[in-house]
């Protein structure tokens, strides 16, 4: 029996059914077969240069190939994956690179001149690949041509030490409020609470082994073939790519490096995707827009799902989403970095959960901060908490990792953060995380559920709560809001529309409109900088 390692699954698979696709990137398609070739080549060449048992490896990438390419090759030289943020500055991806203590960087090109100013200040890194790009850049004399190193066709590696179900992935999550933390994911946690190749809506059971996963590889196997619309950077998308490889899947990803929901649609139909993922309404919104502007234009018979997980998408968008493609399911996960799956809500045409309502995880339980479960229907409430496989901590962080990786009824859970109360049926109700919770006259206010209810509002394109200094009652809500064009918000109308579904004390007490919310990729938002808009559009010391 195989350990839960990733390079010897996927590996496997290759071996098992090599002409398969692996990944198609606009006209590109790579079989399983030129997956491993171009991985394995890439892993030697690490090796060659040094790089010690689980060495650091950088992914300093935008959406393509190349970047599964590196995690394969990672994987299978047992050295460990490190996403980067392709947003950040130079001081931030100096960060990360130190205290990754990454030994090599996999980077765009359009990136050289970015990693030129810090790789002096980086004497643990050995390998420099350049993966070229409509940029145009000149290859560095300093770093080697990607395309060059991955189209030499060498030997299996064999790895210094034997691939591990300990061998680890890096997950580096934050940066809005603090430096970012680097969570330490070993390969068998990971496989665990991804599945371990298993599809419930494909029908397929988790494997009892990664030998089983592999058998399952025929000719004539299912081919989930899943379009990644969010980044592979971030948790959600990768870990969605992740899921379709372990099913011996198709990852689909898209050279436009800007969302585009028309060129989204192309693509579905014209790759056959079975399953979409995005992040919550940053991209559902416009998706829907595409969709009711262009009746009838593409054929999306092939898709059977469409996921997110991360943040809030409202039930109002999804319902709309049905009835263009009446024949998928809407998975929504609530998890996070350090924890995946805390609970799922799905949906179909007819039968639609409302929105932040999540069925629990297996492995999920609600906390008061004293440790004691929050009973259903109770009203209290609590930490969102998941035990099980769980990560090991935050990379070279003791401090952090006992703030989120506590101890609850004699054993460890991760606690992100998360604040929830647990209804009758022992469903959840997600709140909002606690960090940017709004103390108003003594009152905690989650800013998510007074923004989902703003987004239904027919004024607003997308909306942020903040909590802005109040002398009588230490704070207020203020509406950031992105209006839909041709409207102009108002704070009566939009305060108004808050208490027909919340308390009158969640209704914002000012608006401030903005031409862009400015969400990240992974379609979160920063608190910091838009609580600090508002506060200097409003003229409050």
């Known amino acids: 029996m195989t350990v839960w390692n990733y390079g010897l699954m996927w590996k496997g698979i290759a071996a098992a059914d090599p002409q398969r696709p692996a990944q198609i990137f606009g006209d590109i398609v790579h079989s399983w077969g030129d997956f491993h070739r171009r991985s394995n080549a890439l892993a030697h060449d690490m090796q060659q240069a040094g790089l010690s048992h689980q060495a650091k490896v950088a992914h300093y990438l935008f959406n393509c190939p190349e970047y599964l390419e590196a995690t394969f090759g990672s994987f299978l030289g047992g050295y460990v994956p490190v996403n980067t943020n392709y947003r950040y500055g130079p001081e931030e991806i100096l960060y990360l690179f130190d205290n990754s203590d990454a030994e090599a960087v996999v980077f765009h090109a359009v990136f050289a001149d970015l ?35 991955v189209s030499k066709d060498v030997a299996d590696i064999v790895p210094g030490k034997p691939l591990s179900e300990d061998d680890m992935l890096f997950l580096y999550t934050g940066g809005t409020t603090g430096m970012p933390k680097g969570v330490m994911w070993r390969q068998e946690d990971l496989l665990a609470v991804l599945g371990r190749g298993g599809n419930a809506i494909s ?198 990792s006992a703030q989120t990786f506590r101890m609850f009824e004699g054993r460890r859970w991760t606690v992100p953060g998360d604040w929830a109360e647990v209804n009758e049926d022992g469903t959840l109700h997600l709140l909002g995380r606690g960090s940017v919770c709004i103390n108003t006259g003594g009152e905690k206010v989650f800013p998510e559920e007074v923004e989902e209810v703003l987004k239904t509002h027919e004024s607003v394109r997308d909306a942020v709560a903040v909590g802005i200094p109040d002398k009588r009652f230490m704070e207020t809500i203020c509406a950031v809001v992105e209006a839909e064009p041709g409207f102009e918000p108002t704070l009566d109308e939009l305060s108004a529309h808050v208490k027909t579904r919340l308390a009158a004390y969640k209704a914002p007490r000012n608006v401030v409109v903005i031409s862009t919310i400015g969400r990240a990729p992974n379609g979160k938002v920063d608190y910091k900088r838009l609580k600090q808009h508002a506060i200097d559009e409003l003229g409050i010391q």
Request: charged fraction near 20%.
């Open 115 to 149: 990693c030129a100013q810090v790789r002096d200040r980086l004497p643990k890194v050995k390998r420099w690949y350049m993966v070229a790009d409509e940029s145009g850049a000149a290859l560095p004399e300093w770093a080697l041509n990607y395309d060059d190193v």
């Open 203 to 400: 029908g397929i059971a988790p494997a009892e082994s990664v030998d089983e996963i592999i058998a399952r590889i025929q000719p004539g196997w299912i081919s989930n073939r899943a379009l990644v619309a969010c980044p592979l950077m971030h948790g959600t998308g990768q870990f969605s790519a992740f899921i379709t490889l372990a099913l011996g899947g198709c990852v689909i990803t898209m050279p436009n490096r800007n969302f585009d929901p028309a060129k989204l649609w192309d693509t579905v139909e014209k790759d056959q995707a079975t399953s979409i993922v995005i992040v919550g309404q940053a991209f559902a919104g416009p998706m829907l827009e595409s969709l009711d502007e262009n009746v009838g234009r593409w054929n999306l018979s092939s898709v059977v799902q469409m996921g997110s997980s991360g943040v809030m998408w409202s039930q109002e968008n999804k319902n709309a989403l049905l009835e263009h493609i009446p024949q998928m399911f809407i998975t929504d996960s609530f998890g996070s970095s350090e924890a995946v799956g805390m609970g799922m809500s799905v949906a179909a045409k007819g039968a639609a959960p409302k929105t932040a309502q999540f069925a629990l995880g297996p492995n999920c339980v609600v906390f008061t901060e004293e440790g004691e479960r929050v009973q259903p229907g109770s009203g209290e409430r609590g930490l969102v908490a998941v035990g099980g496989a769980i990560p090991v901590g935050y990379y070279k962080d003791e401090v952090k």
